[in-house]
């Protein structure tokens, strides 16, 4: 039986107990690394010691991923050097970097959903490795995950685990192969916020255990309780390099990350007006893993921003797919300006001004493989602004597009490129130009900025306002509570499947959301 891990901040005495080496872990300088001819790295530099937890922060696009996929052999550098405890190495494969001690768990995981967590590792460790059968593999999955206080079950089916669950096990897989250098990319991203404090012990128990551990991560706090040095990139430079992180301020790296400072956006300047979406006892019924909707009811008002405040998994998901037409509601109305859309095709919800950003920008918002051009006429063949019947008019999408680029100041994209090549900050504006057209009436916003760095956040907001400002009305389903109350004229708590209060912003408390949340008021 496993035991629940132990949470361990950093503190003023995190020297680790071993060590792996007297030179430093890792040193690059001056990285150089372009795609298609596009500077992402330059002359980037990054050193980390041995029994560190390091954070490297910087906006989206800023370089972070790829510094990292440099240094785990994922690609090659165009010019600079990599020194790994005092040897030069270059590895051509991330296997060949694991091998070499340094291992990346990526944002996506990479893992066979039909395979077993002992045969995914197996599958991992490659021919080179001794082990023959998922037997053993169990064996030492097993060992490994005691030995790092770290839960996992190698008999488990992939597909049946939870997020938390895989990216556990993309750890033990990594750390089996030889990682001594662990890189966390976003790990907490995707986690609840207990998760998140569980993942975060664990990897202060690595370093004091003499691991190195490298987190990007866009969370001030997770910097500040969590690690020993920063180092903080824009526009592929690295503009601050492994600082103590106990000797800068917050404020100087969101200064540093963002090189000048941000204005920050509040509620909409409007006066809500009439009714316009109207939901009514909306019922969905629970599932293995979701709560469902037990009739829910709202009002949204034009020129009005309704903030949806709650924890995750109370019934948002099923919110958005019900909105979106991906679920039909067993009971209920959903009505658009006086027609009721509960049953509607997307189509026929679309034509009545509803549009939708998805939380997963990629799972029901974009196409990864398509091109950003394409990605932007998905929605407007059907009405033929994309061309004609039987043809799509490839000049008039570009054209489109690359309108859409510079409104949306959507960087380091071209027409043609393809969506999967955008960082979370471009994809989103890239979904907000295909959705904020001039036919939407209302738009349903779910976490719009989860993932995002302070700028494109900033962008966000501000694009939902300039719409309420204009008239629009606004569906803000978020569980960050800062970004509902910084943007909301009335904010709704959801619980279990329903609103279980409302008031005006302005009569928000804490006391008042916490005592719903909790499920006490
Ligand atoms: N495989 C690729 N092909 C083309 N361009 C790429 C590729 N990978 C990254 N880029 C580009 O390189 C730049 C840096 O991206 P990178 O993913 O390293 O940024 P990041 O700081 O990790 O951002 P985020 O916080 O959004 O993950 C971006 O402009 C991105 O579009």
Same mark, same amino acid.
């Given at each position: ?90 590895? @051509? *494969? /991330?296997? $060949? +970097? #694991? &091998? ?11 893992? =066979? !959903? ?6 995914n ?5 490659g021919?080179?490795?001794?082990? @023959? *059968? /998922?037997? $053993? +593999? #169990? &064996?030492?999955?097993s060992?490994?995950?005691?030995e790092?206080g770290?839960? =996992? !079950? ?6 049946d ?17 030889? &990682? ?6 976003e790990?907490?991203a ?25 987190l ?18 824009r ?156 043809f ?13 680029i510079?409104?949306?100041?959507i ?23 295909r ?35 204009a ?8 569980e ?38 909790a499920?006490?008021?």
């Amino acid at each position: 039986m496993t035991t629940a891990p132990q949470i361990v901040p950093r503190s003023a005495d995190s020297r680790p107990e071993t060590s792996f080496g007297s030179a430093p872990a890792l040193e690059m300088r001056g990285i150089g690394k372009a795609f298609d001819g596009r500077p992402a790295l330059v002359e980037a530099a990054f050193a980390l010691e041995w029994g560190e937890v390091h954070a490297i922060v910087g906006e989206n696009g800023a370089g972070k991923s790829t510094l990292m996929n440099v240094a785990t052999g994922v690609y090659a550098a165009d010019s600079g050097e990599q020194v790994m405890n005092g040897e030069a190495i270059s590895p @051509r *494969s /991330p296997v $060949e +970097a #694991a &091998a070499a001690g340094l291992g990346m768990v990526h944002q996506h995981f990479r893992l =066979v !959903d039909s395979f077993t967590v002992a045969e995914n590792v197996l599958l991992g460790l490659g021919r080179k490795s001794t082990l @023959r *059968s /998922p037997a $053993e +593999a #169990a &064996a030492l999955i097993s060992a490994k995950s005691a030995e790092i206080g770290l839960p =996992v !079950d190698p008999h488990k089916v992939v597909a049946d685990l939870s997020i938390a669950e895989r990216q556990r096990v993309e750890i033990v897989k990594v750390l089996l192969l030889g &990682a001594r250098i662990l890189v966390l990319d976003e790990p907490t991203a995707v986690l609840t916020e207990e998760e998140a404090e569980a993942l975060l012990s664990f990897v202060r128990r690595l370093s004091r255990a003499g691991h190195a551990v490298v987190l990007i991560t866009h969370k001030f706090r997770e910097v500040s309780a969590f690690c020993d040095r920063v180092t903080v990139m824009r526009h592929g430079k690295t503009v601050l390099s492994g600082a103590k992180v106990a000797e800068v301020s917050e404020t100087e790296i969101a200064l540093l990350m963002v090189g000048e400072t941000l204005t920050v956006s509040g509620r909409p300047d409007s006066i809500p007006g009439p009714v316009c979406l109207e939901i009514d006892g909306l019922s969905l019924h629970a599932g293995e893993h979701r709560q469902g909707l037990m009739g829910l009811g709202l009002e949204l008002r034009a020129s009005e921003v309704l903030g949806i405040a709650g924890v995750g998994g109370n019934g948002q998901e099923e919110l958005v797919a019900c909105l979106l037409g991906l679920e039909r509601p067993d009971a209920g109305s959903v009505m658009l300006n006086g027609e009721d859309i509960a049953t509607a095709d997307p189509r026929r919800r679309r034509e009545a001004g509803l549009r939708v950003i998805p939380a997963d920008r990629f799972a029901t918002g974009l196409i990864r493989d398509m091109s950003i051009a394409d990605n932007l006429a998905l929605t407007t063949v059907a009405d033929g602004a994309a061309g004609g019947l039987f043809f799509l008019n490839r000049g008039r999408m570009r054209l489109a597009a690359e309108r859409a680029i510079e409104t949306f100041d959507i960087r380091g994209a071209a027409p043609e490129r393809s969506a999967a090549l955008l960082s979370g900050g471009n994809a989103q504006k890239v979904l907000l130009a295909r959705e904020l057209d001039d036919g939407m009436k209302v738009l349903v916003a779910h976490s719009p900025s989860r993932g995002l760095d302070m700028r494109a956040t900033q962008f966000v907001r501000s694009a939902i306002r300039k719409a309420v400002e204009a008239g629009a009305a606004c569906l803000l389903i978020s569980e960050d509570l800062q970004e509902v109350l910084s943007l909301s004229h009335r904010v709704a708590v959801m619980n279990r499947g329903t609103i279980v209060g409302c008031r005006p912003a302005q009569d928000v408390t804490p006391e008042w959301i916490g005592a719903l949340l909790a499920g006490h008021a």
